[in-house]
């Protein structure tokens, strides 16, 4: 049976028959929507735009993952840049430590296991993918292959994923810089990377270079979600029957820092190690 382009993990079959009744109820998710969603969480020309994914929490889109990329390259155009996280956290199926991780790292062929859409985008011809064995990210545009070739060169920050990960001139150093507008499409905040951007910045603060007796700053991501979402700093809209979450960079990683400091029991400081070592 064969499979549907648009949307792999479905058949042929399937997917024609749940597009038609997509389009008999009208629930079916097309470029002007999305455009219309972008706009609404603040997306504009020249802005840099990353974006977490669920394509299942759309219901359907016509021409699938390629519909929701090449919507999102033409939000920010002219002159933006789109990125999404291409991460490796399994290998063989399994949830793997940092040096299984980087045992079998590739940063050409490396597939991203975070979502379908953002395996689509790495494999893209424009797409520039950056080299990390954790926390790598893809771009489209403007700043793409800048940005991107400078992962590996990052200046350490000590995190559970490597020191480069989240290091001096990564891209999440340049998330921040250009106060990025971060969006969580149908993932909600248990899926916000820039929330372990800002505990590493805590560690940091804390520690220095100081290497013995660091901990962790292991805090919840959704509870961090509502209270960011209360100070003002997140916009929400919903786009067929996903959620959209949506923040500028700078003003939610400064918020959270001072969250923590302001609420130092929300915070369960464990020993800090290596990913899963």
């Not at 549907?4 to 389009?23: G, I, L, V, Y």
Request: aromatic letters at 10%.
């Amino acid at each position: 049976m064969s499979k549907c382009p648009d949307h792999p993990d479905s058949t042929d079959t399937k997917c024609s028959q749940e597009a038609a009744a997509s389009r008999e109820q009208g629930r079916a998710v097309d470029s002007g929507q999305l455009a219309d969603g972008f706009e609404r969480v603040g997306v504009q020309a020249g802005d840099v735009l990353l974006f977490h994914s669920s394509l299942k929490s759309f219901g359907w889109v016509t021409g699938g993952p390629d519909t929701i990329i090449d919507s999102a390259v033409a939000a920010v155009s002219p002159g933006g840049t789109v990125a999404v996280p291409t991460f490796v956290q399994k290998v063989a199926g399994d949830h793997a430590s940092y040096s299984q991780r980087r045992g079998v790292w590739d940063m050409d062929t490396s597939p991203s296991d975070v979502g379908l859409i953002t395996e689509v985008f790495r494999r893209r011809r424009e797409s520039v993918r950056s080299d990390d064995c954790c926390n790598a990210i893809s771009a489209i545009g403007a700043d793409a292959k800048r940005i991107m070739s400078r992962h590996h060169l990052a200046r350490p920050r000590l995190s559970p994923w490597g020191p480069t990960s989240f290091g001096h001139g990564s891209p999440w150093d340049w998330l921040v810089e250009q106060n990025a507008v971060y969006l969580l499409m149908g993932t909600g905040f248990s899926a916000c990377s820039i929330f372990h951007y800002a505990q590493v910045l805590w560690m940091e603060a804390k520690y220095g270079d100081r290497l013995q007796g660091r901990t962790w700053p292991k805090f919840d991501f959704v509870q961090m979600g509502m209270l960011i979402t209360d100070a003002g700093l997140v916009t929400e809209t919903t786009v067929g029957k996903s959620r959209w979450l949506a923040f500028r960079c700078a003003p939610c990683v400064e918020a959270v820092l001072s969250i923590l400091d302001e609420n130092p029991s929300l915070i369960e400081e464990i020993r800090f190690r290596l990913w899963r070592e």
